[in-house]
């Protein structure tokens, strides 16, 4: 079994920063990638960033792109989401999740993820 534990979220201003951290224990070794997704009130969950366990390679949502900053720690199965130059539209519950065997051409796809974290929740103010 799979378990992954998010925290880092919080209340912020405009152009503040935010580090976000997700634990992984269990069965995770078998997965390619760790990813981060958000979910706004009244809107679908969304890719964020993911990043390969091995190799380090990331991608990025266009929309977050150049002000987060997806990475991992393998020795503690730990992947951190830094998040800086934030913005009120950032404001969203961010959930962890470990990608599918196998899923590693659609990892922008929420669907291509079987475990998921609880959520935090990061608030950003104008």
């Known amino acids: 079994q799979v378990q992954l534990l998010e925290s880092g979220g919080g209340l912020v201003q405009t152009g503040g920063s935010l580090r976000l951290s997700c634990a992984a224990s269990g069965r995770t070794f078998s997965s390619d990638v760790m990813g981060w997704f958000r979910q706004a009130p009244g809107k679908e969950r969304e890719f964020v960033a993911g990043?390969?366990?091995?190799?380090?390679?990331?991608n990025y949502a266009n929309s977050v792109k150049g002000r987060f900053t997806i990475s991992r720690d393998n020795a503690k199965n730990t992947v951190y989401l830094q998040m800086n130059s934030l913005k009120p539209e950032d404001t969203a519950v961010y959930y962890c999740a470990l990608l599918g065997v196998g899923k590693s051409y659609a990892i922008t796809h929420r669907s291509s993820y079987d475990y998921w974290g609880q959520g935090t929740q990061v608030t950003v103010s104008s």
């Open positions: 990043i390969w366990w091995s190799s380090g390679s990331t």
